[in-house]
């Protein structure tokens, strides 16, 4: 009987390991997928969205400075339609205009140049509804009834669309409603979305990106910092208890973890905006706390469309994960109290 319940308590305990090992690989694939936030901010301009011109005028002047900022102007129309005429096949996405580089707005196999208002970028599922597969490169679509030659496919973007903005100036509801910017390597995030506000004169409200990716960083070194947390825990009851085989044990899996930990600190990358000058400096962590407080709430308040849509995913994906990864460590601790008896904490 006896050997039956520890096989039972065997067997569970690999089960939870292998989830847990699926949780936290996912979750680092999750992490990874947000480490192109790192270089980039958002900027809403729901207030005063911006028109063709205007955003064209905002890349010659980036042009003609020493360190031109990459960027790119975006609007998204919901509802529209994409056909293939040849065969007869129609369906209903969402159409992102650029102005600027595609790669800043939705990854895809291929980029759409600024100057190429003829190609367009699809999503995989659009490619199969209007071709029957994916293999839709140099196919002719017509958008919105204007024709298009599908230049690649966009990686994760469903019922997507993006083509390069007309030359045409357009109604306020055709205006650009947001820019994404990329960080220029080495400088301070803060400080460059407040320059490129100001020298460009954009009326929005700021997000940086990079806050998804540092978060995520985070929580995937939390994770196995509980796990070393309780198996040093178990170490300190053991040494105690003068078990000292299954000390040593756990002693040499908690450094295991105390070394897998280390080296994923040195993963984390912090932004200088984030560290004072002196930490004893309370009206900078209030201020910080305040900046930090709105930005996350600009984050999961605005409209989540196709642009944004890839990053939030992959913050819930790492959260969740995350979350089911903490809950098997918990579980395996109260299998090995209950296989080893009260020894880990």
Known sequence: MKAGKKAVRIAGALVWLSLLCVCYF??????????????????????????VRQAQAMRELEEEGEDPVRFAAWRQKNEGQAENPDLQRTCTVSVVEVCGGSDLVLAGSARLDEQDREGCLIGAKTAQALFGNANAAGQKITVDGEEKIVRGLLYRAEDTVLVQAGAQE?????????????????????SFRQSFVLRHGIQGRTVGMDRLSFAA?????????????????????????????????????????????????????????????????????????????????????????????????????????????????????????????????
Not at 28 to 48: F, P, S, V, Y
Not at 184 to 189: A, I, K, L, N, Q
Not at 250 to 263: K, N, P, Q, R
């Open 26 to 51: 996912q979750m680092r694939c999750g992490a990874g997928a947000l480490d192109e936030c790192r270089q980039k901010t958002m900027i809403l301009l729901e207030q005063a969205p911006l028109s």
């Open 217 to 345: 960083d985070v929580l995937c070194i939390l994770v196995p910092a509980l796990a070393a947390f309780l198996l040093i825990g178990g170490c300190v009851r053991a040494a105690k208890k003068e078990k000292e085989g299954r000390a040593f044990f756990l002693a040499g899996c908690a450094v295991l973890f105390a070394l897998f930990f280390a080296w994923a600190l040195g993963q984390i990358r912090v932004s200088p905006d984030m560290l004072p000058t002196r930490w004893s400096d309370f009206a900078f962590w209030k201020e910080l706390l305040g900046r930090e407080r709105e930005a996350w709430l600009l984050l999961f308040l605005a409209e989540k469309q196709k642009p944004i849509q890839p990053y939030m995913g992959a913050f819930a994906r790492t959260m969740a994960c995350g979350l089911l990864s903490a809950v098997c460590i918990l579980r395996l601790r109260d299998i090995l109290l209950a296989f080893f008896g009260k020894m880990l904490l």
């Open 170 to 190: 357009g109604t306020a509801e055709e205006k650009f409603t947001a820019v994404f910017a990329e960080l220029p390597e080495g400088s301070s995030p803060e």
